[in-house]
T-cell receptor
Framework: GAGVSQTPSNKVTEKGKYVELRCDPI?????LYWYRQSLGQGPEFLIY????????DSGLPNDRFFAVRPEGSVSTLKIQRTERGDSAVYLC???????????FGPGTRLTVT | DAKTTQPPSMDCAEGRAANLPCNHS???????VYWYRQIHSQGPQYIIH???NNETNEMASLIITEDRKSSTLILPHATLRDTAVYYC???????????FGKGTLLTVNP
C-alpha cells in the first residue's frame, strides 16, 4: 500500500517568510510524528499526534513552529518568520498507535536563504 | 530512554555478513532495542526490534546479549543497497518518540 508522503519535497524560502509542510500518513495510522534532521545528525523529535490532538509537542524549538492535524489524518507543520537556522530536512512518520514501529516519509528539505 | 553507543563507520564486502554493534549498558527492563536505517536522501526505515530474545525477519537478525547491555544487528548477505546509516535506539514500551544518535555509516564495497 501507499507509504507516508510529504509535500513539497523541496522548499526554498527567504528569511522571514512563512512556510507550510504537509504530511499524508499511512491510511489508518492513528499516530503521527514530526522530526527534523540537520546535516550530519540523526533526526530529532518535534511533535507527536495521537488522533487529532498533539500528545507531546515538547520538541518544537520555539513558538514559531506549530503543527495541526484537524481530522486525524493529514498533518501540516507551520513555521512562521523563518530563520536560516530552520534549514533542515523535516521528516514525518506514522504508526498504528504510539509505541509501534514508525514508518517515515521521504522528508521535505527546507532551505531558508 | 537509555543512551546507545555505536561506531561511527564500518565497511563490509558485498555478499559477506555485516555485523553492527551497539552498546546500551543503562537499558532498563522494559526497554526495547530498535534498529532503523537511513539510505542517503531517504527517510529512516524500520528494520527490527527486540526485548531480550534474539529476533529474525526478512531483513536482518538481532542478537541481544543475556545481560541486555549490548546487541548486534546482522545483515547476513550484504548488498550495495545496504549502504546506509544504521541507528540503534533504545525505547521504552510505552514511549512513542524515537531518540536517534549519529548511528553507524555502513559502506558495502563491491
Amino acid at each position: 500500500g501507499a507509504g507516508v508522503s510529504q509535500t513539497p519535497s523541496n522548499k526554498v524560502t527567504e528569511k522571514g517568510k512563512y512556510v507550510e509542510l504537509r504530511c499524508d500518513p499511512i491510511s489508518g495510522h492513528t499516530a503521527l510524528y514530526w522530526y527534523r534532521q540537520s546535516l550530519g545528525q540523526g533526526p530529532e523529535f518535534l511533535i507527536y499526534f495521537q488522533g487529532t490532538g498533539a500528545a507531546d509537542d515538547s520538541g518544537l524549538p520555539n513558538d514559531r513552529f506549530f503543527a495541526v492535524r484537524p481530522e486525524g489524518s493529514v498533518s501540516t507543520l507551520k513555521i512562521q518568520r523563518t530563520e536560516r537556522g530552520d534549514s533542515a530536512v523535516y521528516l514525518c512518520a506514522s504508526s498504528q498507535g504510539g509505541g509501534n514501529e514508525q514508518y517515515f516519509g521521504p522528508g521535505t528539505r527546507l532551505t531558508v536563504t | 530512554d537509555a543512551k546507545t553507543t555505536q561506531p561511527p563507520s564500518m565497511d563490509c564486502a558485498e555478499g559477506r555478513a555485516a555485523n553492527l554493534p551497539c552498546n546500551h549498558s543503562t537499558i532498563s527492563g522494559n526497554e526495547y532495542v530498535y534498529w532503523y536505517r537511513q539510505i542517503h536522501s531517504q527517510g529512516p526505515q524500520y528494520i527490527i526490534h527486540g526485548l531480550k530474545n534474539n529476533e529474525t525477519n526478512e531483513m536482518a537478525s538481532l542478537i541481544i546479549t543475556e545481560d541486555r547491555k549490548s546487541s548486534t544487528l546482522i545483515l547476513p548477505h550484504a548488498t550495495l543497497r545496504d549502504t546506509a546509516v544504521y541507528y540503534c535506539i533504545v525505547r521504552g514500551g510505552s514511549n512513542y518518540k524515537l531518540t536517534f544518535g549519529k548511528g553507524t555509516l555502513l559502506t558495502v564495497n563491491p
